[in-house]
Nanobody, 124 residues
Framework: QVQLVESGGGLVQAGGSLRLSCAAS????????VGWFRQVPGKERESVAA????????YYTDSVKGRFTISRDKATNTMYLQMNSLKPEDTAVYYC?????????????????WGKGTLVTVSS
């Protein structure tokens, strides 16, 4: 089993930056793909970014391309989401996730492990 715990959420003004972290425990993530999702109340959870196990293939939803960067540190078993040029529409609960199958994280289906989420609020 893998336990995932997010941190780094908070309130930021539009145009600002935040870096979300997700610490994993229970098992090394070195052979897992990792990803970030977000959800706004009343809407479906959306895949924001994903990174394959080797770190050489990545995915970003169109609305965050050029602004968000997903990364991982295998030495510390941690993944990150650097969010720049934040917009009010980025306001959501952000979840980290892990799965052996990278496409599960791209599509948001049958994902094995989820964090509990961290709230990001972007004020205008």
């Amino acid at each position: 089993q893998v336990q995932l715990v997010e941190s780094g959420g908070g309130l930021v003004q539009a145009g600002g930056s935040l870096r979300l972290s997700c610490a994993a425990s229970g098992r090394t993530l070195s052979t897992y793909a990792v990803g970030w999702f977000r959800q706004v109340p009343g809407k479906e959870r959306e895949s924001v970014a994903a990174l394959n196990w080797n770190g050489d293939v990545s995915y970003y939803t169109d609305s965050v391309k050029g602004r968000f960067t997903i990364s991982r540190d295998k030495a510390t078993n941690t993944m990150y989401l650097q969010m720049n040029s934040l917009k009010p529409e980025d306001t959501a609960v952000y979840y980290c996730a892990a799965d052996f199958n990278y496409n599960h994280l791209r599509n948001g289906v049958r994902v094995d492990y989820w964090g509990k989420g961290t709230l990001v609020t972007v004020s205008s």
